[in-house]
C-alpha cells in the first residue's frame, strides 16, 4: 500500500469511527448528521461524499463493520476447539462483550435498519451472517453430541430454536447489562437443559 492509498485508508477509517460513536449514543441513528461526523474528524464533507457517497453508505459500512467483527471474533473462538462447554462459555461471554459495547438504541437501529430491508446490500450480509452463525451452532451441537454432552434426543431445529430464544433474551439490555458475571452459570444451566440424563 502506497502512501496515498494509507492515507485514504486511514481517513475512510477515521469517518467510520466518528460514525460509530454518533450511533452509538443515546440519540442512534437519530443524531447522524454528515455535519457532525466532519466535526469529529479532520476530513471536509468532500471526502465523506467522495469515500462513501450518502449517509445511507456510511450507516452501512458502521453496521457492516459490526456484525463483522462479531462474526470474526466467533470463527476465532470455534477455530482453538475447544471442548463443547468451553465454546459455549466463550461465545456467550462473546456476545454480551459486544452487546455491552454498544448503547441500546444502537442494537435497535440496527436491528431495525436490517428489519426494514431497503438496503438489499445489507440484507444479503444479515442473511450470510445468520446462514454463518447457523453453521456454526451446528457444528457446536456436533461436537456436544461427540463429547455426551448433547442430548441426542434433541434435533438441530430445536437446539437451533432453544438456542435463539435465550440470545434473543441476553439480547435485551435489562438482561444482558447484569448477565455478565453469571455467563458460567447460565451457560451450565442451559447445558443441564440439554444434556443427557445420566
Known sequence: ??????????????IVEATFDIINSENGLAGLTIDEVIARTSVSKATVFKYFGNKEALIY?????????????AKR???QNLSFEETLIK???NKI??????????????????????????????????????NMMLDLFHRGRKEGKVDLKYSDEFLLLYFQAM?????KPAIYSKLLPYTAEWTELLLKGISPNN
Request: without cysteine.
Open 77 to 79: 473462538i470455534m477455530e
Open 97 to 134: 462483550d459486544y452487546l455491552k459495547r454498544v448503547d441500546q438504541q444502537f442494537y435497535l437501529d440496527l436491528m431495525a435498519y436490517y428489519t426494514k430491508r431497503n438496503n438489499q446490500q445489507f440484507s444479503e450480509m444479515m442473511d450470510e451472517y445468520t446462514k454463518e452463525s447457523l
Open 1 to 14: 500500500m502506497n502512501g496515498f492509498e494509507k492515507r485514504t485508508e486511514e481517513k475512510k477509517k477515521q
Open 167 to 171: 440470545i434473543e433474551g441476553i439480547s
Open 91 to 93: 461465545m456467550s461471554e
Open 61 to 73: 459500512q458502521v453496521f457492516f463493520e459490526f456484525m463483522d467483527e462479531l462474526k470474526d471474533s
